[in-house]
């Protein structure tokens, strides 16, 4: 539709981010693109193609009437999540200046009163800092602390307002649509509440945060099963050099009673790396990488045990001597 030369005029309609009439629409579609309108499955699909378009338009006007609507400091209503705000990400902490404060800054605005931060992008920025500081807790009071960081720091409230402004230049570019299309199921009223939500997890995702708890969830699946497939040895480099020379003499690896707590029982082991693995083609593939070979140089480099190091240089506790004895002096005696 979009590369279409003689349908401009209702792709503007269909792309305006407001929501348009449906059967008005599809006809124009229809008579502009020369379909066959008695094609039942053809018009089928093609008002299935619109449904989602239209709604992913009134999700947009919502947030467009969002980003629209300035905070007020006399309605109760954007007061109150402001204040929600506060205690979310400071819970324990009340503010002792009252609603004008540069307490704010604790949070990151950047003076006495939030409202002045608001100008840009409405009561939408306060929605998604809302969303983000009430479902997501711990990960906005946990950005919050990195945002205080001595050398690192950031106004948090600020950059929350800057990733929301990003958000209305991908609405506007409908590069966002796609992640809408599954929540037009029903296009009722819930399902443009649901599309919102959408957004302010997508919103979250942007603050470096997770956005579902799926993600979470999937990605500590994914630590588990990486954190049982190797295992590390907390070993240095004298007792790996202990190991390879035992392994020299014998002529057999290192062997190792089966343990349920390791890698394949214990019985698939990488004595240079100090590793465990969970089977023979895992460890096959692990001697080739380069960790594994940059380990093996800094074994075969190192031509002395710590204990010889340290004897070498004089400093064994039997031979070690200050360099300079300590003089005594007779007036250490009064």
């Known amino acids: 539709m979009a590369l279409s030369t003689q349908m401009v005029q209702t792709c503007n309609v269909v792309f305006d981010n407001e929501p348009f ?21 053809l018009m089928v699909n093609v008002r299935s193609c619109l449904q989602r378009c239209n709604f992913v338009n009134k999700v947009y006007a919502r947030v467009c009437a969002l980003k629209n609507q300035a905070y007020s400091s006399l309605e109760p209503e954007h007061e109150e999540m402001l204040e929600q705000l506060w205690a979310n990400l400071k ?3 009340r503010r002792e200046g009252g609603r004008i404060t540069k307490e704010w800054g604790e949070i990151g605005f950047q003076g006495t009163d939030p409202m002045s931060d608001f100008r840009g ?34 106004p948090f409230a600020v950059t929350g307002i800057n990733i929301t402004a990003f958000m209305i230049e991908l609405i506007d570019e409908r590069l966002l649509d796609v ?28 603050t470096g945060r997770s956005g579902s708890g799926r993600a979470r969830a999937h990605a500590k699946k994914k630590q588990y099963k990486r954190g049982h497939a190797t295992k590390n040895r907390s070993r240095d480099i004298d007792q790996i050099q202990d190991d390879l020379r035992a392994e020299k003499v014998t ?5 190792f009673e089966e343990d349920e707590d390791l890698p394949g029982l214990g019985q698939f082991y990488c004595t240079p ?27 075969a480099q190192k031509q002395y045990t710590q204990n010889e190091a340290m004897q070498g240089a004089g400093k ?3 031979t070690y001597k200050p360099a300079r004895p300590k003089e005594i002096h007779d007036m250490d005696d009064l």
Not at 187 to 201: E, F, I, M, N, R
Not at 251 to 255: E, P, Y
């Open 91 to 93: 819970p324990d902490t």
């Open 21 to 41: 009439p449906m059967d008005a629409t599809l006809h124009d579609v229809a008579t502009r693109a020369k379909l066959d309108e008695r094609d039942a499955t």
């Open 316 to 318: 064994g506790v039997e």
């Open 251 to 255: 002529g057999k690896s290192t062997a």
């Open 179 to 206: 992640k809408l299309y599954r929540h037009a199921a029903n296009g009722g009223y819930d399902a443009v509440d649901t599309g919102l939500k959408q957004l302010h997890d997508i919103y979250v995702m942007g």
């Open 121 to 154: 992008m409405g009561l939408f920025s306060l929605v998604q800092l809302n969303h983000f500081a009430k479902s997501y807790r711990i990960e906005a009071q946990h950005a919050l602390g990195e945002s205080n960081h001595p050398t690192r720091w950031y």
């Open 273 to 299: 790396c100090g590793r465990h693995f969970i089977d023979a083609k895992t460890r096959d593939v692990h001697l080739k990488t380069k960790v594994h070979k940059r380990r093996l140089k800094d074994v």
